[in-house]
């Protein structure tokens, strides 16, 4: 059984932080910033703002575009690794200011930049399997990174940003679905924050995280398409996790496909982990770039590490 994605929202914190902004308090420049990561500016939480009226404001836009309210939604699941709150979950955030029923669960996945992913996939599951009083599922990827940057620390803190993207979901058959999920137990190479750890901030070995991005995601491509039967060709545009342009510029020349197969938009947001891929299929619907019959593949890959890849057809 495929998955149909019925509409889908976005939403970003009203603080719009330049790479030039950020040079006048951290010894970096917009010139290295964009040419090392294509990343011009992000978006950071202000005071107040939090990730749940983030994600409720994102999941209001993909309700009314899927024509539905609050009341048709039969499971809330969210990716974050960064929600206001130990617990609640953000989903239960999310549930009480959407005011969703109370027959439908709602709960959070944590796989870092593969977690929109992997809540999609989780939601797919349930659609299918459990019994939910509707068909209908609210998945949502919302992080504010910030929290949890060294402003100290050059090397990560001008590749983040923070903000939210939701779909909402229905099983169907006329909408062909591939979902291939992994992870690989390497803590070290990037990790933040956590009650266990006394150390509140995001740590990376940017090389490592590069060298296995640029590995996993061709393989996570091809694993998917392998399940479709499908080949590249057959693709209409992929959508990456947005953490570098670079990496997109590897893969591209590593597949020897057309550039523009491959969409780019964290010069407008960095890298905002889960909410990643739901903004930027957020944009290629409201910009009509996405049509009825489309393949999209998409690509996460993150801390963990995890890694994910689905075939969606629009
Ligand atoms: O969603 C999580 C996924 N994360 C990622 O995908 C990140 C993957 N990695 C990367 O994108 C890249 O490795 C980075 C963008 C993080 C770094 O790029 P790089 O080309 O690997 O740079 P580097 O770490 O090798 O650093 C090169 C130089 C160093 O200076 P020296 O030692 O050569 O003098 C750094 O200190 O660039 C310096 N540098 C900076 N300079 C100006 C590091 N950060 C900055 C900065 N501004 N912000």
Same mark, same amino acid.
């Given at each position: ?6 509409? #889908?929202?976005?939403?970003?914190p @009203? ?5 030039? &902004? ?5 010894d970096?420049? &917009? ?9 011009r ?18 999941? %209001? ?5 899927? =024509? ?65 009083? @509707? ?10 990174? @910030? ?15 923070? =903000?939210?993207g939701?779909?909402?979901v229905?099983?169907? *058959?006329?909408?062909p679905?591939?979902? %291939?999920?992994?992870?690989?137990g ?8 956590g009650? =266990?750890?006394? *150390? ?19 393989? #996570?491509?091809h694993?998917?398409?392998? &399940? ?7 693709? *209409? ?8 342009? %670079?990496?997109? &510029? ?27 891929i ?8 409201? #910009? ?23 075939l969606?057809?629009?």
């Amino acid at each position: 059984m495929g998955l149909q994605i019925l509409g #889908t929202g976005r939403a970003v914190p @009203s603080r719009c932080v330049t790479n030039d &902004d950020l040079a006048k308090t951290v010894d970096t420049s &917009d010139e290295w910033i964009a040419t090392r990561t294509g990343i011009r500016q992000r978006y950071f939480c202000a005071e107040g703002e939090t990730v749940a009226a983030l994600s409720a404001e994102a999941a %209001r836009l993909a309700l009314a575009r899927a =024509g539905l309210s609050a009341a048709d939604v039969g499971l809330c699941v969210a990716a974050t690794f960064t929600a206001d709150h130990a617990t609640p979950s953000l989903a239960c955030e999310a549930h009480a200011l959407l005011g969703l029923p109370e027959s439908a669960p709602a709960f959070d996945v944590n796989a870092a930049c593969t977690g929109f992913l992997t809540a999609l996939e989780t939601a797919r599951c349930f659609l299918a399997a459990s019994h939910l009083a @509707s068909p209908v599922a609210l998945v949502i990827g919302a992080e504010a990174v @910030s929290r949890v940057l060294d402003f100290a620390d050059r090397s990560t803190c001008v590749l983040f940003g923070d =903000g939210a993207g939701a779909a909402v979901v229905r099983l169907s *058959d006329a909408h062909p679905y591939a979902c %291939r999920l992994g992870a690989r137990g390497d803590v070290k190479l990037l990790h933040a924050g956590g009650a =266990g750890s006394g *150390d509140r901030f995001l740590h990376m070995d940017g090389r490592e995280v590069f060298r296995f991005a640029t590995d996993i995601i061709p393989r #996570t491509i091809h694993a998917v398409l392998g &399940d479709a039967g499908l080949s590249l060709d057959d693709v *209409d545009l992929v959508v990456c996790h947005q953490a570098n342009g %670079r990496i997109i &510029d590897h893969v591209v020349k590593k597949l020897g496909v057309p550039a523009g197969k491959f969409y780019k938009n964290m010069q407008r947001y960095a890298n905002t982990s889960a909410a990643s891929i739901p903004l930027a299929l957020d944009e290629l619907f409201e #910009t009509g770039t996405l049509r009825p019959g489309m393949r999209v593949v998409c690509v996460g890959f993150g801390a963990g590490l995890t890694w994910g890849g689905a075939l969606v057809t629009i």
